[in-house]
């Protein structure tokens, strides 16, 4: 559905995307991760049609970008990273104006059923100028689902949702997904993308440093972490000796928190619990669990390799 083949843009001096390869097969939910400043938004740009690569070629939806006269040839849809509407209309005034640049007949139907997916059917009627970021922004999602496209982009749908609202867009790209459709989601929600998505692809400084089927980027690495509360904050010298156990690989956070990285929990458990048995502090809890996205997002981007 998309595959782009190194991809450049630079603004200035300063080289935004160094480079990028893309591949997004037809149907799966795609997660695009990476720091504030990465390049999700310049790559969504540029895939879209909105901007043009310096270099590099790009096929989404069967076209070729370069060729493309406009981005509706694309046939699909975009919620951009700061979705703009006239203010001085109402939600619905907005989807009735989108609706009838390319539609002939009576759009009020479809603008009724979008106002009702995305929760604004109780503000259908309200002025857009006094919407908040999180109320433009389902009614862009509104406006990406109008046509019913095939291919979905969405620039961060859900980073000014409140936590309900979050839930809701994770249904509606579950949902998108069902109905057949391809989803490419930028977010910086680690938790919701591991919900989600089929695969992700992680930009670090224009650069894509992963990108591989969630299933296999987490098979790959399966790790033990005891998660630790103290009752008081960990001192340096607790800290040191930790390091020096058996079996521990790294040792993250700071105070009273800790995550402890073990090969395997027979390996380290034990010497563990007995080192804190000695010491002169206190567990307050403790819980094993496995790597999460978040957990290996931070590990590789913070590897500082490029
Ligand atoms: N029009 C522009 N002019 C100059 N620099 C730009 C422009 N657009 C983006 N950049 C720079 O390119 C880099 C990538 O920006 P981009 O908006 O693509 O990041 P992002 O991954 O979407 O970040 P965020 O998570 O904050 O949305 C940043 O350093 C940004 O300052
Ligand atoms: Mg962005």
Redesign the pocket.
């Known amino acids: 559905m998309i595959e782009a083949r190194g991809l450049q843009k630079r603004?200035?001096n300063?080289q935004?995307l160094k480079g990028i390869d893309i591949n997004v097969k037809k149907g799966e939910i795609y997660g695009f991760l990476?720091?504030?400043?990465?390049?999700?938004?310049?790559?969504m740009n540029i895939l879209t049609g909105f901007s043009k690569a310096d270099a590099g070629s790009c096929i989404v939806n069967g076209w070729d970008i370069a060729k493309v006269a406009h981005p509706g040839d694309l046939h699909l849809g975009y919620l951009p990273?700061e979705p703009k509407f006239y203010p001085w209309m109402t939600a619905q005034e907005s989807l009735y104006y989108l609706g009838n640049l390319w539609t002939q007949g009576s759009v009020e139907k479809r603008v009724e059923e979008l106002l009702q997916w995305v929760g604004l059917d109780k503000a259908a009627k309200r002025k857009v100028g006094g919407f908040s970021r999180g109320m433009r922004q389902r009614l862009g999602m509104a406006a990406a689902l109008f046509y019913d496209p095939d291919l979905l982009m969405l620039d961060?749908p859900s980073s000014a949702l409140d936590p309900e609202g979050r839930s809701d867009v994770l249904n509606l790209i579950l949902d998108l997904k069902a109905r057949g459709k391809t989803v490419f989601v930028?977010t910086?929600i680690l938790s919701d993308a591991e919900r989600v998505c089929d695969r992700v692809g992680i930009?670090s400084q224009g650069q894509m440093i992963i990108e591989k089927s969630l299933e296999t980027l987490l098979a790959e690495n399966v790790q033990s972490i005891y998660d630790i509360v103290f009752n008081k904050p960990c001192e340096p010298e607790i800290l040191a000796r930790i390091k020096q156990l058996p079996g521990i690989q790294e040792v993250n956070g700071k105070n009273e928190r800790l995550s402890v990285w073990v090969e395997t929990p027979e390996s380290s458990g034990k010497a563990l619990f007995s080192l804190f048995g000695t010491a002169d502090i206190m567990v307050q809890s403790c819980a094993l669990r496995r790597a999460t996205l978040e957990d290996i997002f931070l590990e590789e981007v913070g590897k500082g390799v490029l």
């Open positions: 603004f200035g300063f935004a990476g720091h504030n400043g990465a390049g999700k938004s310049t790559t990273e961060e930028s910086h930009l």
